[in-house]
């Protein structure tokens, strides 16, 4: 029955690319998926068998492609201006939410934290949100209304985001902006952004770059040396 059920897994993930939070078969295969780590292997080892990984990431489920698979990275065709929005909405949101949640850490029973992610203890909670028409006028002297309309478009198709624009003027962010984005690869590389940019804290990097400013070139180890 396990075995069956992880290849079921494996072949649900391997098409939807990631698990839905508002479809209640998908909420109870991550809930499986979570409460279960011979499962959870068992699914891992599978998708790790045609060449990708199965990823978790604050309670998110979702596969991205292997080492094996490295060149084959933006199979999803996105293009600069889709990445220069994807840095700036998982800072926002992504990265806000974690920051927040290691700050949190010490405060909070073991595990407590995750636990909610996961299964809700409160379900007044809202997620993490931004206003959409602050991201269209952050982007508005950089890109045209019609260019932004279709990128949010792809990005939400992907699965990188959810948004209601019209009742609630809101992005939220979704399974693939957790999943198919390396928090730890991205966190070193804004905390390098920043630096570059000589900018206060990661945010108003991001913003400097999504507003169109160039990032200056990394310095040479000549110049970075204090001798």
């Given amino acids: 029955m396990t075995t069956d059920r992880a290849e079921q897994i494996a072949a649900l993930l391997l098409a939807e690319g990631s698990l839905r939070h508002d479809d209640d078969d998908h909420a109870e295969i ?5 409460g279960n780590a011979e499962l959870f292997l068992d699914v891992a080892r599978r998708l790790a068998d045609v060449g990708y990984e199965l990823v978790e ?41 974690w920051t927040d949640l290691r700050r949190d850490r ?10 909610a992610l996961i299964f809700g203890d409160d379900p007044a909670d809202e997620p993490l949100s931004i206003a959409y028409s602050h991201v269209r006028a952050e982007l508005s002297e950089v890109m045209s209304e019609s260019h932004f309309t279709g ?12 948004y209601d624009r019209s009742k609630r003027d809101r992005i939220w962010a979704d399974a693939a902006l957790y999943t198919l984005v390396d928090m730890r690869r991205m ?7 920043a630096r570059r940019m000589g900018a206060g804290d990661i945010p108003d990097a991001v913003r400097l770059v999504t507003r169109g400013a160039a990032i200056p070139p990394t310095p040479s180890d000549d110049e970075e040396s204090p001798a």
């Fill in 106 to 115: 010490t405060s909070a029973p073991p595990g407590a934290e995750q636990a």
């Fill in 187 to 193: 966190e070193d590389f804004l905390v390098d952004l």
């Fill in 151 to 162: 990128i949010m478009r792809a990005l939400r198709r992907h699965r990188f985001i959810r």
């Fill in 30 to 34: 991550r809930k499986d998926l979570l």
């Fill in 57 to 97: 990431n604050l309670g998110h489920v979702g596969v991205r492609l292997g080492s094996r698979h490295a060149g084959r990275h933006n199979r999803l065709g996105l293009h600069a201006g889709h990445i220069r929005l994807l840095v700036y909405l998982w800072t926002h949101l992504v990265y806000r939410e």
